[in-house]
């Protein structure tokens, strides 16, 4: 088949969904051209020894990367986000109806950002069967954040709900978010759960090294680790007050960046949480190491309704590389924890229930907690694996393009609908 994918992000951003989705695709025999931008995620600004044109394409046996332009300001602000995502949204309508003017089928890796580019794709190309893939349900934004925040904040849901009506299949990323979908005006016979996958070809259980023990461990006490984003979603405030209640039990080592790291960081010298460090943002390519290094990866997220539907992608990582898990998380993350034994979990928000947790990780003997993460690895490969998932979606493909074309979608296997 000719398959269009359109996603913001892709390589070398950390946008491997859609990355390795295109590589597999391709290697599966169908021809697959992805359209995209230029790649400024997180910071904002484009990377270094790229420059913004039109025109970049590269292309290998079966695969071709498009890229066009758009607005990358950098500061977070409401405008700034719009004006990124209306310019890729224009300079999508510009060049995406000839560049999938044959494909027969279309997958968008759907994001708050993707919204506006993918109405006006839809529309620009006719009855193309479209799969979206979501990964995030847009969240109203705090009424306090003013006028432009609500205003836009209106637009992006009607259209979120027009294209939702339009889509032929649409994946959501966590069993909780097919509700959300369906709210959010999906038909629910077009709905799936495919669950998001983690870059193999770096996640993978390893022995951790003498260099990422000394960087991890002060001495034998329980170490749980949080890897990634410190920002408002996370909440780990609440980790911090849970660490500093048992100072002489366990380290909590916060490993990453984000826009809370200031009031974390804050809030741990108030309360003389001594057993809190803090580590710079490392490279993917490290991360395997230090969680080897560690005893539990923590996965944080806040009450809040849209993030019960909310796997974060740590989950996966952690899974895949065989590490016991303690998740202080509601909906989604807690279930899949709990379900695949692969480590202990509370409620959001509530420290003492966390502090509970982190007492009775430091209590277990290091082979329950081997345990725990085989069982965690073995719940990856079944559920959550790269090859899991590229099925599931190959397969969704398959379905909405034999709709299309009036023709029976296989149940099974990889050849062509026709």
């Known amino acids: 088949m000719k398959i269009g994918i359109l996603s913001y992000h892709f390589p070398p951003e950390p946008a491997f969904i859609p990355g ?26 484009v ?90 349900v847009w969240a109203e934004e705090d009424p306090a954040r003013g006028v432009d925040a609500q205003r836009w904040s209106g637009r992006i849901g009607a259209t979120m709900r027009r294209i939702y009506q339009e889509a032929d299949g649409i994946a959501v990323s966590a069993p909780s978010m097919h509700g959300l979908a369906v709210d959010g005006g999906a038909d629910p016979r077009r709905v799936q759960v495919v669950l998001n996958w983690t870059d193999e070809r770096i996640f993978q259980p390893t022995e951790p090294s003498r260099a990422a023990r000394q960087l991890i461990r002060r001495d034998d006490r329980c170490v749980v680790m949080h890897a990634g984003t410190i920002g408002v979603r996370q909440g780990l405030e609440t980790a911090v007050r849970a660490a500093a209640a048992l100072d002489d039990r366990m380290d909590l080592v916060l490993l990453g960046s984000g826009a809370e790291e200031r009031r974390v960081r804050g809030l741990a010298a108030d309360l003389r949480a001594e057993n809190v460090r803090f580590v710079e943002r490392r490279s993917p390519l490290d991360m395997p190491d230090l969680y080897a290094a560690a005893d ?31 998740a202080s998380a509601g909906g989604d993350t807690v279930e899949l924890v709990e379900r695949a034994r692969a480590g202990l979990s509370c409620p959001p928000e509530d420290w003492a229930a966390l502090a509970d947790r982190f007492w009775l990780a430091s209590t277990i003997p290091p082979p329950a907690r081997v345990d725990m993460g ?11 694996s790269l090859r899991a998932g590229v099925d599931r979606v190959e397969q969704l493909i398959y379905q909405v393009a034999g709709k299309a074309r009036g023709v029976a979608s296989p149940v099974t296997g990889r050849q062509s609908p026709t």
Request: include cysteine; hydrophobic fraction near 40%; charged fraction near 20%.
């Open 20 to 45: 390795s989705l295109a590589e597999e695709l391709a290697a599966r025999g169908h021809e697959v051209r992805v359209l995209t931008g230029f790649p400024d995620y997180p910071g904002g600004h």
């Open 374 to 384: 085989r069982r965690g690895r073995e719940a990856y490969l079944r559920e959550m």
């Open 47 to 136: 990377y270094r020894g790229w420059r913004q044109r039109w025109r970049h394409q590269t292309r290998s046996e079966r695969l071709t990367v498009r890229r066009v332009p758009r607005y990358a300001g950098g500061d977070g602000s409401t405008r700034a986000r719009m004006a990124s995502w209306l310019s890729f949204a224009g300079s999508v309508a510009l060049t995406g109806p000839r560049y999938f003017h044959d494909i027969d089928a279309l997958y968008v890796l759907q994001l708050p950002a993707t919204t506006f580019a993918t109405a006006g794709l839809l529309r620009m190309l006719g009855r193309v069967p479209t799969v979206l893939h979501v990964q995030d």
């Open 296 to 326: 539990y990866q923590l996965v944080m997220l806040r009450d809040l309704p849209e993030l019960h539907g909310t796997v974060p992608g740590k989950l996966q990582a952690a899974l895949s590389c065989a590490s016991p898990v303690v």
